[in-house]
């Protein structure tokens, strides 16, 4: 029994090893690959069941999104959807796409028109269901090719759903719902009617829809009569509307008409010969003359609509208006309405074809209230030169923001300091500079050489300031500048600005140094009403409060009846004013070539600003090469100036400028605090100070036409010490001093006064040893008909500009030119305003120059007072 069992055992035991031998002798035999193959299978089932996954999210995704898209609507499918425009009060002033169009037929568009349209939007249109996967890939593939922008990845079908129902955020939501729709509207309508949907409503420029329409417009053509260069044009158009404006813009407009004839081409439309002779078309062939575009559409507001257009494209926005977004501006209704009346008033031109553009900013915020674009400006029409005026130079205007705040700024100049006015020229260059009168004053102060607008004195500040410091100052007041040399010190270089630039930098001046981006936009709020995009700017600390006030005061006398003042003409009655003149100079080269009047300037400004607006003008005429040749011309800006000014302020407070605890005053000087000179510190500097002369005041002159006299009458008040008597001089005509007579009447009488000569008086009080400070009145002889004013010519020869001056609108042959006016800017801005009648009022107006002199209304200048130092009265002109 034992055997037996010991036997089976055994057996068992040997069975075991066996089986054990023959499992280890498999695992030596095993593929050594087969533990990565392992992973490798698993990988693949984990990416496989994560796509299965993400796939059913997907699904669940888009199915939730497009259960709730809106339900196609004919209606929306076919118009455009409306973006409305609110005024700074939340008023609507305009609303955007609701505007008659040229509907078009999908049969009645010519085959090559929409073989244009197809390559450049959707090339597989008549192939995808809605949605182009290809075409996606063949995007990205075509802006490697012909450049970023060349084609979108969005099917045609998909951009009509965009316009028609969905906001233009790129959010997974929009994205779905687009999708969905365009499945459906493949579904529900034919490819042709889809096409004529797009074709009809899409957003061509500015307020114009569809491509019939632009037709017209652009042309003046029915479809059927375009070129192939021009329906390339217009294919090209829709994905940056303003950007490829050709009336506007035609480089752009050309480089992306060139990038549809390619696509054209690559899309076997046509052929490369039809190709390359279209590129070679000129692309403003063909467009409307500005005086035969149409005038349909107007708003009440053209021109301030056009800067809130031009500034949703610089954002990237101008596609959001197909998406009908709501955007709040800036405007100020009631100021526009003013600009508008007073810029087509002929009344308040000269001639019939001058030229104006105008800008009102908010001093405080940099918002722009109002936009005069031009005479008559019409939607679409013409040039805006208030915001496209950006190839003129500006003249003399240059001098606040280029030279005397950066020296106060930096150098603490105080406004009583004095420079050397005298023969000078360019750095490196044997080039002399001069003065608008040929004519040095030897020692002034920067106060009389702003307010006199003289070149040499500028020029001078300018090199102790240094170019660098210069360039950063003005870069915080928004002009940015590459180079900066010289000839900008007077505004003759490269750096030229629009008006709502310009208005936008005065401003700072007004605001305590806190510059704001000018901006016609608070904000823009998207068609679900709760997306909003804010387009209001930060405030910027851009100079100390100091340097604002002191250049403030020193322009305050730019305006006032002070001998010699530029702007006096826009001086407003009542209001705190300050501000510049800037007048713009042909070259040698130019006179002789054009044969223009000796008396010639191509442009005339004024920038000037109360607390409350800052307003800049530029007048001239559209080709560069019709001059200015009168007085009328010249000053013109500050006319309207003063119109606009005084009707935007008439119900408005208005502060005065407050002096900051920054700045002191001593005598009629502004201090840098801490910069002031010592105070008196003996009794005998105290007395004397304190028995100082005074001035006489309330100089009048009145003109006697039966004896040709002119009857002199002032008053004079006694501080401790009576005046003898009283020293009286004159100056003709700009000439030298020629004292008349010493007295101790209170009046006198000049005879033999002749018509049309400017006479300007001065009278000084004696008392012992002691002479006061002159009051000095100017006026001008008008016994007959006026003639119109000429002022002498400049002749010198300036140096070279290498930038083109161009016309603001589209040049004719011989517009843009070498402008090289550096040298003589502002050449006539002080005899003009001794000389010029306000066309507004015929009374002589018989003012002093007793305290704020920037404060009285020196429109007409037949008769001007004013207050004066010695050496004002005679330094001459």
Do not use: C
Request: no cysteine.
């Amino acid at each position: 029994m034992d055997q037996q069992i010991n036997s089976r055992k055994q057996r068992k035991q040997l069975e075991e090893q066996q089986r054990r031998k023959k499992h280890a002798k498999k695992k030596k035999t095993k593929n050594p690959k087969e533990p990565n193959r392992s992973w490798l299978k698993k990988t693949i089932i984990a990416i496989l069941a994560i796509g299965i996954a993400i796939f059913v999210i997907g699904a669940s995704v888009f199915a939730f999104y497009a259960a709730q898209a809106p339900k196609l609507d004919e209606e929306l499918l076919k118009d455009p959807v409306s973006s409305k425009f609110y005024d700074a009060n939340g008023k609507v002033f305009y609303t955007m796409g609701d505007q008659e169009r040229e509907h078009v037929a999908y049969e009645d568009i010519p085959a090559s028109m929409r073989d244009a349209i197809i390559a450049t939007e959707d090339s597989r249109f008549f192939q995808h269901h809605g949605i182009d996967f290809v075409r996606l890939g063949g995007a990205v593939l075509a802006n490697f090719r012909f450049g970023f922008g060349a084609q979108g990845g969005s099917t045609l079908t998909q951009q009509v759903i965009k316009n028609s129902f969905l906001n233009n955020d790129k959010t997974l939501k929009r994205k779905a719902q687009e999708a969905y729709l365009a499945i459906q509207l493949e579904r529900e309508y034919s490819k042709e009617e889809i096409f004529e949907m797009y074709f009809n409503k899409v957003l061509m420029s500015g307020r114009i829809y569809g491509f019939g329409t632009a037709a017209k417009f652009f042309y003046g053509k029915d479809l059927k009569e375009l070129t192939l260069a021009e329906q390339a044009l217009l294919a090209g158009m829709p994905q940056a509307p303003n950007a490829y404006n050709p009336f506007k813009n035609p480089d752009r407009a050309e480089k992306r008409r060139n990038i549809v004839l390619d696509l054209m081409y690559q899309h076997k439309k046509i052929t490369k010969e039809q190709m390359e002779a279209a590129k070679k078309v000129d692309v403003k062939k063909g467009l409307l003359p500005e005086s035969k575009r149409q005038t349909a559409n107007a708003s009440k507001y053209d021109a301030f609509i056009d800067v809130v257009l031009k500034e949703l494209d610089e954002n990237g926005d101008e596609k959001a208006l197909e998406d009908g977004v709501n955007v709040y501006t800036t405007l100020d209704t009631s100021a526009q309405k003013i600009v508008e009346k007073t810029m087509n008033n002929d009344a308040n031109f000269p001639t019939k074809d001058i030229q104006a553009g105008l800008s009102v900013i908010d001093t405080e915020t940099g918002a722009i209230v109002a936009v005069g674009g031009g005479r008559d400006y019409g939607p679409e029409r013409g040039f805006n030169y208030a915001e496209a005026l950006t190839k003129r130079q500006p003249g003399s205007t240059m001098k606040p923001l280029m030279d005397y705040g950066p020296a106060i700024e930096n150098l603490k100049w105080s406004t009583g300091k004095t420079i050397v006015d005298e023969p000078i020229t360019y750095s490196g260059t044997d080039q002399q500079i001069n003065n608008f009168d040929h004519q040095y004053k030897g020692t002034i102060t920067i106060r009389q050489a702003l307010y006199n607008s003289r070149n040499i004195p500028a020029v001078k500040t300018f090199r102790e300031v240094g170019a660098a410091k210069a360039k950063a100052f003005v870069k915080n007041l928004g002009v940015n500048a590459n180079n900066v040399t010289e000839s900008d010190a007077i505004g003759g270089g490269k750096i030229n600005l629009s008006p709502i630039e310009m208005a936008g930098a005065y401003a700072a001046f007004g605001n305590n140094g806190i510059y704001t981006k000018p901006h016609a936009i608070k904000k823009i709020v998207y068609r679900d009403g709760k997306t909003a995009k804010s387009y209001t700017p930060d405030p910027v600390p851009a100079m100390s409060d100091y340097t604002a006030y002191m250049v403030t005061d020193m322009l305050r006398d730019v305006v006032s009846s002070k001998y010699g003042a530029s702007g006096t003409a826009a001086g407003i009655a009542g209001l705190d004013v300050a501000g510049k003149t800037g007048t713009t100079n042909y070259n040698s080269d130019e006179f002789s070539k054009w044969g223009l009047p000796e008396t010639s300037v191509p442009d005339s400004w004024f920038a000037g600003y109360t607390s409350k607006y800052s307003i800049a003008v530029w007048s001239g005429y559209t080709n560069y090469k019709d001059p200015i040749t009168t007085s009328a011309e010249r000053v013109l800006p500050q006319q309207l100036f003063r119109i606009v000014m005084s009707q935007i302020s008439a119900n408005v407070q208005t502060p005065d400028f407050k002096q900051p605890n920054s700045v002191v005053r001593v005598g009629g000087e502004l201090y840098v605090k801490g910069q002031q000179p010592a105070e008196p510190t003996t009794k005998e500097d105290t007395k004397e100070e304190d028995t100082k002369l005074n001035a006489p005041s309330g100089l009048k002159a009145t003109y006697d036409a039966n004896s040709n006299s002119i009857n002199l009458s002032w008053s004079h008040e006694a501080n401790g010490e009576e005046a003898t008597s009283f020293k009286v001089s004159v100056s003709v005509d700009g000439g030298g001093s020629q004292a008349l007579t010493e007295t101790s009447s209170k009046s006198y009488t000049y005879s033999g006064a002749e018509d049309g000569k400017t006479y300007v008086f001065s009278v000084v009080a004696v008392a012992g040893d002691k002479t006061s400070s002159a009051a000095t009145t100017s006026i001008q002889i008008q016994a007959s008909e006026p003639k119109p004013d000429v002022t002498d010519p400049d002749q010198t020869e300036t140096p070279t500009n290498p930038d083109e001056t161009e016309t603001p609108n589209t040049p004719s042959e011989g517009d843009n030119q070498d402008n090289t006016n550096t040298n003589q800017n502002d050449q006539n801005d002080q005899t003009d305003q001794q000389t010029e009648n306000n066309p507004d009022t015929n009374q002589q107006n018989n003012q002093s120059n007793t305290g704020n002199a920037n404060r009285r209304n020196k429109a007409n200048l037949n008769s001007v007072n004013k207050n004066s130092t010695p050496d004002q009265t005679i330094n001459q002109q």
